[in-house]
Structure formats: structure tokens, C-alpha cells
């Protein structure tokens, strides 16, 4: 019962670099979505997508790429890491219908010098 | 704006000492409420949804209700095993506006 699984869980960056958090769902839900979250900001949407093929962007999508593909993997891409990306990354999805409940992946600790 | 504020940040509580958690929102076209338990170094987990004012739902110990400007989680007897950062978020559309959460401690 795999639900949400998010990889690696912790990685460390240098400045510049680039890197891809990886976030599959084996739930067959449409709505997929990437938050990160600090300390004293709550969770905050970075980009969401509601099926393959379909993205969009949440609250703070600047440095970040997404892409769906296929229904099951969502994959969030750093372009050029900052030191201001250094959060802990949560995957989540959902059924798209109902405003069904969204589940979240054990989370991405990244840390960016 | 969106927004979803709650109070308090902190809280600590003794076993058995039944307190209020708080979540105030401003959220357009409001479709649910959620409420999320989240431990240290983990993902948010599921707690409860209630969808209109009025509406209660109870899970062990806990008990989420919800008027039209706010929603509460009510611990009963807490344990120490309730310990941990409790999530409240709007459902607008498409995504879910969090707030910063509560942080419970309970002490044995």
C-alpha cells in the first residue's frame, strides 16, 4: 500500500546545480501537486497538475519545472538551485472529483549552500 | 486574499487537559475545510473534511467543527501520543490554502 513515494529524502546541493525530486502515486488520482515547506510559512503550492499532459502553476513556481506524462509520476525540477530553495518538498495527490482528500508523500529534504 | 490563520502556534498541555485548536479563514467560494495531523519529519496526514457551517466530526479524541469564519479542533483528554503540528487548510477550486499550524506537546 505504496500510496505516495517521493525520492531521494534528503539531498544537498550546491548552489548552481540542478536536480530532480521524483513523486509517484500508484492511487490512479488525477491532481497531482508540489508544496514546500518553512518555518513559519505553512505549506505553499508551487505548481499543481490536474491529468497528464496538464500543468499549471501554484503560488511560488519561480526555479521549479514540472511535467506529467503519465498519471502516476509527477516530477519537480530544480534549474539552477539557490540557497532560497533550501525547504523540505511535499508531493500530494488526489482524486479530482468530490474535493477528494489529498495525500502526501513522506516529503524531500533538501539543502542548498 | 486567501488566507488561513491559526492560533495558537504553540501549546503544551498536560495528559487529560482538553483544550481548543483554532483556525480562522478568508478563503473565496470556500468548497471544505480541512484539518491534517502532521509528526516530525513526515508528510501531512488525513484528519477530517467538513463541507458547510454547523458541521462536526468526531475521531478518537478529536472533534473538528466549523462556522462560516472559523473551525476548531477540540482535543479531549489528550495523550502524549497526540503530540504534534496540527494542519488546517481551505479547499478553494483547485488547491488547498494552508495555514502554519498549531505545534501540541502533552506531557504524561
Known amino acids: 500500500n505504496a500510496g505516495v513515494t517521493q525520492t531521494p529524502k534528503f539531498q544537498v546541493l550546491k548552489t548552481g546545480q540542478s536536480m530532480t525530486l521524483q513523486c509517484a502515486q500508484d492511487?490512479?488520482?488525477?491532481?497531482m501537486s508540489w508544496y514546500r515547506q518553512d518555518p513559519g510559512m505553512g505549506l505553499r503550492l508551487i505548481h499543481y497538475?490536474?491529468?497528464?499532459?496538464?500543468?499549471d502553476q501554484g503560488e511560488v513556481p519561480n526555479g521549479y519545472n514540472v511535467s506529467r506524462s503519465t498519471t502516476e509520476d509527477f516530477p519537480l525540477r530544480l534549474l539552477s538551485a539557490a540557497p532560497s530553495q533550501t525547504s523540505v518538498y511535499f508531493c500530494?495527490?488526489?482524486?479530482?472529483?468530490?474535493?477528494?482528500?489529498?495525500?502526501f508523500g513522506a516529503g524531500t529534504r533538501l539543502s542548498v549552500l | 486574499e486567501d488566507q488561513v490563520t491559526q492560533s495558537p502556534e504553540a501549546l503544551r498541555l498536560q495528559e487529560g487537559e482538553s483544550s481548543s485548536l483554532n483556525c480562522s479563514y478568508t478563503?473565496?467560494?470556500?468548497?471544505?475545510l480541512f484539518w491534517y495531523r502532521q509528526d516530525p519529519g513526515k508528510g501531512p496526514e488525513f484528519l477530517f473534511t467538513?463541507?458547510?457551517a454547523g458541521e462536526e466530526k468526531e475521531k478518537e479524541r478529536l472533534k473538528a467543527t466549523l462556522t462560516k469564519k472559523e473551525s476548531f479542533l477540540h482535543i479531549t483528554a489528550p495523550k502524549p501520543e497526540d503530540s504534534a503540528t496540527y494542519l488546517c487548510?481551505?479547499?478553494?477550486?483547485?488547491?488547498?490554502?494552508f495555514g502554519t499550524g498549531t505545534r501540541l506537546q502533552v506531557f504524561p
Open positions: 492511487m490512479n488520482h488525477e491532481y
Open positions: 497538475s490536474v491529468g497528464a499532459g496538464i500543468t
Open positions: 487548510a481551505g479547499y478553494n477550486t483547485d488547491k488547498l490554502i
Open positions: 467538513l463541507y458547510s
Open positions: 500530494a495527490s488526489r482524486r479530482t472529483t468530490g474535493g477528494g482528500i489529498q495525500y
Open positions: 478563503v473565496s467560494g470556500l468548497r471544505g
